[in-house]
Structures are given as structure tokens and as C-alpha cells.
């Protein structure tokens, strides 16, 4: 998991051309050890407080709907009550459908055609993997950064982020320029059709072979 203290991160929330500075983790990292996950009601507070939780992660609510971010704040201020410092935890591959209509072009390719776009899921698909080479990467942080200055928690992490063939525009054009070639495309995965796993890259009839060059170069770039 990455662990993001608002303090390193409240500077780059100015803007995106605004440079980070390094700086170390708050002194309080190294004496609370004893962390629960999956905290996100008052009762599972209770519970973890017994427990000797000194940090919580709570999940990031949604800061489109009042209810839940009103409740998130009551919860990080009653942790505070008790002396528990809360880290709001969101996953960088996703992104809600809502972002998805503003920003198609954000989404993982997991096929080598730009008409991609314009087959989105639908509404029951709430969520869809997003590319964290497209803006969307750019834009989680900032909501992160925003989510735990509004919600006064103590910090904010994020994980999930999982090495995968992408063919968006961002991910060809950074390709290109780092390594000077094309992502490669002979390869079948299979996966949900719901762009949650990878599905069909390309036309090609063999499976991700690891042993072959391209695609090492491919996911040493990629994981990087």
C-alpha cells in the first residue's frame, strides 16, 4: 500500500505543475502500528477501538453524495475522539461510470482500437478500470488530497494498481517515447467483458507468452 500523508501531497493539489517536494512521514507513523482495514460504520469504530486499533481505513466516499461524506466525517471525528488517527483508503483503478461518460478515453484499452470509446458499459456497471498513464491519475490524487482536507482525516493511501496491456493513447504515446517501439499486440488474454480484466488484445491468436522480449520490455515499462 502507498501511503500518502496530506502533508506530502497538499502542495501538488495547487495544480499540476506545481513540483512535489520531498518530505518525511509524520512522526506518528512510527508508533501506530496496530492498524485495522475495512472500518467504515460507528459500530466497526467501537469494535476496533477494543480491538487497540490506533488507525483506521476507512474506505473514500463518493464526494458527489452529501450523505456518505457527512457520515465519513462524523466517523473520523469520533476516531479522533478516541485518539485514532484515520487514513481514507481508494483504489487508483478504478473509476465511477459518471467519470467515465465525462472521460472515455481514460479507461484501460485492453484492445488496440480507439473505437474502445464508444462502446462503454452501461449503467449497471458502476465502476470500470481505469489508466493510470491518462489523467485519471492526475485526478485521483487530487481527490484524494481534496477527500482528506475536507474530511480532516489524517492522510489518505491508495492501492490496487495492477500491471496490465493497455492501448490508450496515453500509454502508446509514452511507450513510443520511452522505448521507441509500439506496444506489442500478438497476444490473447481472457478475462470479464466488463473492463474489469483484460479481455482480447489485438487480433492475434497467441497467449501472453512472459519469455517473449516484447512484452518484458512492455511490462518492465509498464511497471515502472
Known amino acids: 500500500m ?3 500523508a496530506v502533508p506530502c501531497v497538499a502542495g501538488w493539489a495547487q495544480g499540476q505543475n506545481s513540483k512535489l517536494e520531498a518530505v518525511g512521514p509524520p ?7 496496530n492498524q485495522m482495514y475495512g472500518v467504515d460504520t460507528p459500530e466497526q469504530l467501537e469494535q476496533a477501538v477494543q480491538l487497540g486499533a490506533q ?8 464526494l458527489k453524495d452529501p ?12 476516531a ?14 478504478y473509476m465511477k461510470f459518471d467519470i467515465l461518460k465525462e472521460h472515455p478515453d481514460w479507461r484501460v484499452h485492453w484492445v488496440d482500437d480507439p473505437k474502445l470509446v464508444e462502446s462503454a458499459p452501461g449503467d449497471q456497471h458502476p465502476q470500470i478500470r481505469a489508466c493510470i498513464n491518462s489523467p485519471f491519475g492526475d485526478y485521483f490524487i487530487d481527490e484524494m488530497v481534496k477527500a482528506a482536507k475536507e474530511l480532516n482525516s489524517d ?26 517501439c509500439e506496444i ?15 479481455k482480447v488484445a489485438g487480433n492475434a491468436s497467441k497467449k501472453l507468452d512472459l519469455q517473449n522480449p ?10 515502472q
Open 184 to 198: 506489442p499486440t500478438d497476444v490473447v488474454v481472457t478475462g470479464r467483458t466488463d473492463g474489469g480484466d483484460l
Open 214 to 223: 516484447e512484452f518484458v520490455r512492455y511490462f518492465r515499462w509498464r511497471e
Open 27 to 33: 512522526e506518528w507513523i512510527w508508533t501506530h502500528l
Open 55 to 62: 488507525v483506521i481505513h476507512p474506505g473514500l466516499p463518493d
Open 80 to 93: 479522533h475522539k478516541h485518539g485514532v488517527k484515520v487514513i481514507l483508503g481508494g483504489s487508483v483503478i
Open 2 to 4: 502507498f501511503l500518502v
Open 67 to 78: 450523505v456518505k461524506v457527512e457520515a465519513c466525517r462524523k466517523l473520523v471525528a469520533a
Open 155 to 180: 492522510g489518505a493511501s491508495f492501492d490496487g494498481y495492477h500491471i496490465e496491456l493497455c492501448y490508450c493513447k496515453y500509454c502508446k504515446e509514452n511507450y513510443r517515447k520511452a522505448t521507441g
